[in-house]
């Protein structure tokens, strides 16, 4: 009996100390909170110290609000006690992910602590390799969420740096390319699908809530970041990726790689857009992708070489099994985009713009294809119009156009402001509109364009 009733008085202790524990932690936590809503991060930092010491599963805010204060010692510090600083946020990241596994996801967290310890590289010593190894560990574990654009464009810059520094080969450089840049195109699918949903609801007569039109924001600027780091890889791998360098690896990797549709994709992509299509590695990389895996993709490749060969009626076919294979809408956008460029470049025009009004139907939050049907308009103008008034009045329509870009697409304000004002300057001016008696008045424009524009009202 003596001895039940010490075990219960222990485990009455036990409980009290338990107590105890929690009732300091909570107040500690509230503490710093507060002091961290009022961005008073010196005064938060002792009692988030203790916290964080000695209840580090306690809750979610020692890790959130930490990040906070640390943030703030290391931007307010230097020298030896900046580097403390830095390495305790690096820290206080891997501790989150002991004790909040499930809400710190590897691949962001990861990237994170590399971006910082770049950013500082210089006071923490870190050489061009050991940061290339830090992302390198980071997108392996967990590639779904090392989604950063900053984080995937200094990845990727410090494999060009040690490129250039004779530590990596050639090959390796344009895979590692390929997979960041097929990284970037699919968050850019991520964020452009999520935004069309709001565009298409918007479009069909529904006001947006202040919540979507926040996430409206949001993906906005994602897109448009990731537009950024797109054009940004592709500086830096530069003439890094000519045809001098490519078509010898190529060649000498053929023959292991085959079948290998992933690595044919690869290479005739590289090859396509670094226009090394002249070279017979080409059309050979072609057709082992399109008997590897056949597909959109290889009856467009195929498409290609036959319209380098002056087969045009050929290639247009194959364009259009391409797009009708195709069954993913956005891929499906791209493609079409693609096929109209292709034919604007050929001056089938009528084609082109099929291809780019279906281009904007499937991504319309896309503007590009709003801007190559302006250019098209514009280039027709003195083929459109009987009179030298009517044939300026087309600068008119691919204003308008061009207008539209910006309308759907925040990453095009500036070439759409532009192309507007330079096709503007083409139409005719207030004082010739109001010579010409034609004020307000519509015009419909022939040859292939087929619509109408209205004369400005001058009063």
């Not at 006071?123 to 390799?129: E, H, P």
């Not at 990731?226 to 791998?237: H, M």
């Not at 330079?422 to 022939?446: D, H, L, M, V, W």
């Amino acid at each position: 009996m003596k001895t039940k009733i010490t075990l219960l008085a222990l485990l009455f202790l036990g409980l009290n100390f338990s107590f105890a524990q929690q009732e300091e932690a909570m107040t500690k936590l509230s503490i710093f909170h507060e002091y961290v809503k009022a961005k008073n991060f010196d005064a938060a930092y002792q009692p988030w110290m203790e916290v964080r010491n000695s209840f580090p599963k306690f809750n979610m805010a020692i890790y959130t609000d930490g990040e906070k204060i640390l943030e703030d010692k290391i931007e307010k510090s230097s020298g030896t006690e900046k580097v403390a600083f830095v390495n305790d946020l690096i820290k206080l990241w891997d501790q989150r992910g002991e004790h909040f596994a499930s809400k710190t996801p590897k691949g962001e967290f990861g990237a994170q602590a590399c971006q910082l310890m770049y950013e500082n590289r210089e006071i923490l010593g870190k050489t061009d390799q050991q940061l290339y190894d830090c992302f390198d560990a980071a997108y392996n574990a967990d590639k779904e969420t090392f989604n950063n654009p900053k984080s995937l464009y200094t990845y990727f810059s410090l494999m060009v740096k040690l490129y250039d520094a004779g530590k990596k080969p050639a090959a390796e450089l344009f895979s590692k390319y390929d997979d960041i840049s097929e990284k970037v195109e699919s968050e850019n699918e991520n964020y452009a699908r999520k935004l069309n949903q709001l565009i298409e609801k918007k479009d069909a007569g529904t006001e947006l809530s202040s919540k979507e039109d926040r996430y409206r924001k949001y993906y906005e600027s994602y897109l448009k970041a990731y537009d950024q780091i797109s054009e940004g890889i592709n500086g830096l791998l530069g003439d890094r990726a000519n045809c001098e360098n490519l078509i010898p690896i190529y060649s000498r990797d053929f023959a292991e790689n085959e079948t290998n549709a992933v690595w044919l994709k690869r290479a005739v992509s590289k090859m396509y857009y670094k226009e090394c299509t002249d070279d017979p590695l080409y059309e050979k990389l072609v057709k082992a992708y399109d008997e590897a895996s056949p597909s959109a993709d290889t009856k467009y490749f195929v498409g290609t070489i036959l319209m380098k060969n002056n087969k045009e009626s050929e290639a247009i076919n194959y364009f259009q099994q391409a797009y009708d294979l195709e069954s993913d809408s956005f891929k499906k956008a791209n493609l079409a985009n693609r096929i109209g460029l292709i034919l604007k470049k050929k001056g089938r025009y009528s084609q082109a713009r099929t291809y780019f009004r279906d281009a904007l139907k499937l991504n319309p939050s896309n503007g590009r294809p709003h801007l190559s049907i302006a250019d098209m308009y514009a280039d027709s103008a003195n083929s459109c119009g009987d009179t030298n008034f009517d044939k300026r009045a087309v600068y008119w329509l691919a204003a308008e156009e061009a207008q539209k870009a910006a309308r759907v697409d925040p990453t095009l304000t500036k070439p759409s402001a532009a192309s507007v004002a330079n096709y503007q300057a083409k139409a005719p001016s207030k004082s010739e509109i109001f010579n010409s008696g034609r004020s307000g008045e519509t015009i419909n424009i022939g040859c292939w364009i087929g619509s109408s524009v209205k004369v400005p009202a001058i009063n």
